[in-house]
C-alpha cells in the first residue's frame, strides 16, 4: 500500500451523522433543527480520501499533494466550520475522492464503460489529439495535471476485479453521500415553513494553476479557465445571471443579491467586487445544482433555489499554505485555521444580510 496516501480502511461504510454537519450536532437531532435551516450546503469533492477496496488499482507513484490536489479537500474543514458558526446552515460532505463516482456529475447509465471510453480517449489525447472527457469523467482516473490516478486494466479479469472494488466502494461512500443530500433537503422541505427562504448551495474550490511534474503548483491555467480573486457563483446562467439555454437553478434577481452580500460580508468594495466576484464564468454550475435545484422548483415554494460556490482554493488556504503549495513536493500544508476562520465569519455575516 502507498504509504503517502490518506485511505480509507477497507470495509469503512457512513451514516447520516458522520456525513451531515449542524450547529449543536452533539446536543440536537438533526430533525429538530431543519426548520431553522435555510441554506443546505453540499461538498461532492469535499473527500480526498481513497478507499482501501482500491489500493491495488492506484498507481504506486501518486504523493499526497497529488491525491488531495484532485479533490477540493479545503472544502471540508470550511463546510463544517460554516455550519458550526451559522445555526442556518447545514453541510453535507461526501467522504470519498471523486475516483469512486463524482457526485457532481449525472448518474451513468455504465459507470465502467465510461471510464473504458475515459482511457480510450486519454491514449488519443496523448498521441496528439484534440479531445476532451465530457460525458465519461463520472469516475475520473486521472489528475487535472494529467497524472494517474487509477491505472488502466490490462486484462479483462483486472476490469472485472476494479468494477467490483468500485461497486464496492461506490455503495460505502457516494451512495450514502447522496441519499444523506436527499434526506436532509427532503426533511427541511417538510419541516421548513412554506414561504420560508430556502437554499441549496454546491460548495467547490479550485487553484489558478495546475501541477508540475515536481508537485509545484505554478503552471497557469489558460486565461478563459482562470477564476476571479475570491469566488465564482454558478446558477447556470450568463455573466449576469440571466438565462442562457437551460433552466436557472436561480432566479437571477436571487442570485445577484447572494454575490452582493457575499461581496458586503468580505468587505469588498464596488472596484474590488469586479475582479474578485464573478458569475457563471468560468463555471456555471454542474450536476448537484440542477439537480436540486429543480426539486426545489418542483416545491412551487417562493425563495427557492441551488447555485454553486467556486472559491478560488488560494482565497482558501491563505498565503502561507498557498506560497507552500508553489514548492516541489509531494505533502499538503496543515489548514490554516485562523485564515479560514475569517472566511467563515464572512460567509456568517453574508447570511446574516441575506437575511435581513
Known sequence: MNSAIDWIPSGQGFGFDDLVFWQGQGDSAFSAVAAHIDTIVLGPHAGARFPAELQAFIDPSLTRRKQYDYSDVITGPLGRAWAAADPGVVFVECPHARVVLDPNRAPPIDAIANLRAFFDRLQRQRAGESIGFGGVDAIRPITFSGETVLRQ????????????????????????????????????????????????????????????????????????????????????????????????????????????????????????????????????????????????????????????????????????????????????????????????????????????
Open 153 to 356: 486494466p490490462s486484462s479483462e479479469a483486472e476490469w472485472a476485479a476494479l468494477a467490483a472494488a468500485l461497486a464496492a466502494a461506490r455503495q460505502q461512500g457516494h451512495d450514502a453521500y447522496r441519499s444523506a443530500c436527499d434526506e436532509v433537503v427532503g426533511m427541511v422541505l417538510e419541516k421548513r415553513p412554506k414561504n420560508a427562504e430556502l437554499m441549496v448551495v454546491g460548495l467547490h474550490d479550485t487553484m489558478n494553476t495546475k501541477m508540475r511534474a515536481d508537485g509545484a503548483l505554478v503552471v497557469e491555467r489558460p486565461v478563459a479557465d482562470r477564476l476571479p480573486e475570491l469566488v465564482n457563483f454558478g446558477n447556470k446562467g450568463d455573466a449576469r445571471g440571466e438565462f442562457v439555454s437551460e433552466p436557472l437553478s436561480l432566479d437571477a434577481a436571487a442570485m445577484r443579491r447572494v454575490a452582493a452580500a457575499w461581496a458586503q460580508g468580505f468587505r469588498l468594495d464596488a472596484v474590488a467586487q469586479a475582479t474578485a466576484i464573478t458569475l457563471n464564468h468560468p463555471y456555471p454550475g454542474g450536476y448537484e445544482v440542477g439537480h436540486y435545484g429543480a426539486i426545489l422548483s418542483a416545491s412551487q415554494r417562493p425563495h427557492v433555489g441551488a447555485f454553486q460556490v467556486e472559491f478560488l482554493r488560494e482565497a482558501l488556504l491563505g498565503p502561507a499554505a498557498t506560497a507552500h503549495q508553489h514548492l516541489p513536493g509531494g505533502d499538503w500544508p496543515a489548514v490554516d485555521e485562523a485564515h479560514l476562520k475569517g472566511v467563515v465569519s464572512a460567509l456568517v455575516e453574508a447570511g446574516r444580510l441575506l437575511r435581513a
